[in-house]
C-alpha cells in the first residue's frame, strides 16, 4: 500500500508503513462525512485550472492545437505519463499552491483550510485493518482531479521554465503530456522533469513508424512533416457496445451510433474519415445498431415548458405514452428497468463486528453470554478479555463463569450478532428477548420481559444447540483459562 499507514488512533496499533506493496487504494468517498465538502470545493476551486496555455480541456481542443503544426526533421513526438499521479502527489505542497492562487485570484483563504480537512481526514479498510493515506489524494474524491490539475500546471511551469530545451509544443490532460521535443533533448528533458519533485516521477514513449496515441487521438507524421490524425483504440478494445436487441429506448440506442459517427468526424483528417466511418458502421451492424441518418435541424416549433416525465421503458407501452405526452409539450425520459444486479446484495468491504448492538458469546458448556452495547461489539469483546485476565469476577458475568469454571472455554474467537441496533430502547428489548431465546449464565440485573410474553418467546425459542467440536483455543482464552486454573490450585 504505497504511502499509507495504520491508523493508530483506529486501532490502537503503531504505524506500519506498506510502501513496498503495489497497490494503489481507490476508495470511493460517496456518503462520507467530506464528501459534499469536497463536491462544494470541487466546483470552487475548478476557476484556479486551466489558465495556462499547456492545458488541453479534451480530444477535440488537442486536435485543433496540432492541426498547423509542421516539425523540423530533427524533432520527434514524445508522450510522457506521470506515475501513479493522484497517490504520489504531495498534499501539503498542494495545499500551498492552491493557497497561493486563492490569494492571487482574491478568493478567501479559507477554502485552502477546508481543502485540508478533505485531503487528510480520509481513511480506508483493506484486510480488516484501518489505514490513513499518508500521501497522495483520494482517487474517489471529488476534489482530487480539480487539486492534481491546479499541482500539475505549477509543476509544469517550474519544469519549462528551468527546462534544458523548450519543446516547441507542450500540452498536457491531467497526467498525460504531449510533446515536440529535438530528437537529442527527449532524455534530457525526461532526467529534467523526474529531478524536479521526489514524488512525482514520468515514464515516456516515442512515436513508433511515425505514430503516437494521446488520449483518444491516433497522431501520424505525414512525409512532408506535418501531422495527421485519426481515433485511436487499445490493442484491448472489442468495439462492443449497447446492443441494438437490448431492452432500451430507441433514443438511448441511437445515441451509440451519434456519438461514434460525432468522434470520427472531429477527430479525424479528410485522409481517414471516409476508414473510420467505414469502421464504425461495420460495428453498429456487429451490435445490431442503426446508422443514424444526419436530419437538418429547421426551426423548433414553439412549445410550452412543462415539467418532464420519467417512465420505465416498457416496449409498446410507455413509448406510446411518451409520444401522447410529448404532444402536451411535455418531454419524457425513459430509464432502463432494473438489471439483475440491482436485485443482488453489493459486494462490498464489510468490517465485522464494527456495529452496535446485541451478540452472543458461547461457553463450551453449551451456555451462553447474551450481551448489548451501544459502541462496536468488538471493543466490548476486548474489555471482556480484560476482565477474565484480570480476574474482575464482580464487573463481568463472563469472568464470574470462567472462575466458577476453569476449563471451560469462551469462544472469544467466534463472537456472534444477534442484532444491530443503535437505538438505546430497542437494543435493551432485544437483549432482553434473546437473554429468554438462549441457555444462557447471565446475571439477573438486565431488563426484564413482561411475562404475556412468554407464549410468544417460547413460540420462537431456538433449540440448544448441541456441544461444538472442540478447536484450537485462541491465544487470549487459553491464557485466561491456564491462568484461572492457577489460582484455583
Request: net charge positive.
Amino acid at each position: 500500500m504505497k504511502d499509507c499507514a495504520k491508523a493508530p488512533k483506529l486501532y490502537g496499533l503503531p504505524k506500519i508503513h506498506k510502501n513496498n506493496i503495489p497497490l494503489r487504494p481507490i476508495v470511493s468517498q460517496l456518503d462520507s462525512p467530506t464528501y459534499r465538502l469536497a463536491q462544494h470545493l470541487a466546483k470552487t476551486l475548478n476557476n484556479l485550472r486551466g489558465n495556462t496555455p499547456y492545458h488541453v480541456k479534451d480530444s477535440f481542443d488537442f486536435i485543433s492545437a496540432i492541426e498547423n503544426l509542421t516539425l523540423a526533421e530533427d524533432e520527434v513526438l514524445v508522450s510522457f505519463d506521470v506515475q501513479s499521479l493522484f497517490t504520489s502527489l504531495p498534499v501539503e505542497d498542494c495545499i500551498e499552491i492552491v493557497k497561493r492562487k486563492l490569494i492571487d485570484n482574491n478568493m478567501p483563504e479559507e477554502y485552502a483550510d477546508l481543502l485540508k480537512h478533505c485531503l487528510t481526514s480520509g481513511y480506508f479498510v483493506w484486510d480488516y485493518g484501518f489505514y490513513d493515506q499518508i500521501n497522495g489524494v483520494a482517487m474517489g474524491s471529488p476534489v482530487s482531479p480539480v487539486v492534481a490539475d491546479i499541482f500539475m500546471e505549477d509543476f509544469e511551469q517550474k519544469a519549462l521554465d528551468t527546462a534544458p530545451a523548450k519543446p516547441k509544443m507542450y500540452k498536457r490532460y491531467v497526467d498525460d503530456t504531449f510533446a515536440v521535443l529535438p530528437n537529442d533533448k527527449v532524455s534530457a528533458f525526461l532526467d529534467h522533469l523526474n529531478s524536479i519533485s521526489s514524488n512525482i516521477k514520468f515514464t515516456m514513449e516515442l512515436e513508433a513508424n511515425n505514430k503516437l496515441a494521446f488520449l483518444d487521438v491516433l497522431i501520424l507524421r505525414n512525409p512532408d512533416n506535418t501531422l495527421g490524425h485519426t481515433v485511436y483504440r487499445k490493442p484491448t478494445h472489442t468495439d462492443k457496445y449497447l446492443n441494438g436487441s437490448s431492452h432500451h429506448h430507441p433514443s438511448q440506442l441511437a445515441t451509440v451510433g451519434k456519438s461514434l459517427f460525432q468522434r470520427a468526424r472531429k477527430i479525424c483528417d479528410e485522409n481517414h474519415i471516409a476508414g473510420e466511418l467505414q469502421h464504425v458502421k461495420r460495428v453498429l451492424q456487429r451490435n445490431q445498431l442503426k446508422t443514424p441518418h444526419q436530419r437538418h435541424k429547421g426551426p423548433k416549433p414553439p412549445s410550452v415548458e412543462r415539467c418532464p416525465a420519467t417512465l420505465p421503458y416498457i416496449k409498446g407501452v410507455t413509448d406510446r405514452i411518451g409520444h401522447i405526452l410529448r404532444r402536451a409539450s411535455i418531454k419524457t425520459y425513459f430509464k432502463p428497468q432494473k438489471k439483475i444486479t440491482q436485485f443482488l446484495r453489493p459486494v462490498k468491504c464489510n468490517i465485522p463486528l464494527q456495529d452496535a448492538g446485541v451478540y452472543k458469546l458461547d461457553c463450551e458448556c453449551g451456555l451462553s453470554y447474551i450481551g448489548q452495547t451501544k459502541r462496536s461489539i468488538k471493543t466490548r469483546v476486548k474489555e471482556h478479555i480484560a476482565d477474565m485476565k484480570h480476574t474482575r469476577s464482580t464487573k463481568s458475568a463472563i469472568s464470574e463463569h470462567t472462575l466458577d469454571k476453569p476449563n471451560h472455554y469462551i469462544r472469544f474467537d467466534n463472537p456472534q450478532i444477534l442484532a444491530k441496533e443503535n437505538r438505546f430502547i430497542p437494543r435493551m428489548m432485544r437483549e432482553a428477548i434473546e437473554i429468554k431465546k438462549h441457555p444462557n449464565f447471565n446475571r439477573e440485573d438486565g431488563w426484564q420481559v413482561p411475562p404475556v410474553w412468554d407464549p410468544i418467546i417460547k413460540t420462537i425459542k431456538t433449540q440448544t444447540q448441541q456441544k461444538p467440536a472442540a478447536r484450537p483455543q485462541d491465544t487470549v482464552s487459553s491464557f485466561c483459562v491456564q491462568r484461572n486454573t492457577n489460582q484455583l490450585d
